[in-house]
C-alpha cells in the first residue's frame, strides 16, 4: 500500500518523497519496507509504539480538528451522530487556510498547485430539506 501511495503522491505533486515519520509496529520494520525506503532515499524517523506525544506536530493537529468539531457541533446544536461530516467540514476548511510556514499558501494550494476556490463553501449547520416522491 506504501508503494501504490508513494507512486500517488510523487505522480500528483512531482515531488519526491523524502521523510517518512512512523510508529514502530510490524508493519513499518520488516526488511522489504526497509530496502524499499533505502531504495528510494527516505529517511524514516521511527516513534516509540503506544506513545503518540513523540508526534507532537500529528498530536497537535488531531488536537485543532478535535476543537474545532466540538465548537462547529456546539454552535449549531447538532448531535455527536454529525462528528463524521464536521471532521470532514473542519479538514476541507483547513485544507484552503493560509498558513504562515508555507508563504501565506493554503494546503490545498501548495498540495495541488491551484488556488482554493471558495465559492462553494456552505455555512456549516444549516437546515437542510429533503423532497421526497
Known amino acids: 500500500m506504501f508503494e501504490e501511495w508513494k507512486i500517488l503522491v510523487e505522480t500528483q505533486i512531482g515531488r519526491k518523497v523524502k521523510k517518512l515519520r512512523t510508529n514502530n509496529e510490524l508493519e513499518f520494520c520488516d526488511e522489504r519496507f526497509k530496502t524499499l525506503c533505502k531504495q528510494n532515499g527516505i529517511t524514516k524517523h521511527l516513534i516509540m509504539r503506544g506513545t503518540p ?44 487556510s493560509p498558513s504562515i510556514v508555507i508563504g501565506f499558501k493554503t494546503l490545498h494550494e501548495a498540495w495541488s498547485g491551484m488556488k482554493a476556490d471558495y465559492s462553494e463553501l456552505k455555512t456549516f449547520g444549516y437546515i437542510g430539506y429533503a423532497h421526497l416522491k
Open 53 to 96: 506525544q513523540q508526534n507532537g506536530l500529528v498530536e497537535r493537529f488531531n488536537i485543532t480538528i478535535l476543537e474545532r468539531v466540538k465548537c462547529m457541533l456546539n454552535n449549531v446544536g447538532l448531535p455527536k451522530s454529525f462528528w463524521a461530516e464536521a471532521v470532514s467540514t473542519v479538514v476541507y476548511c483547513i485544507s484552503r
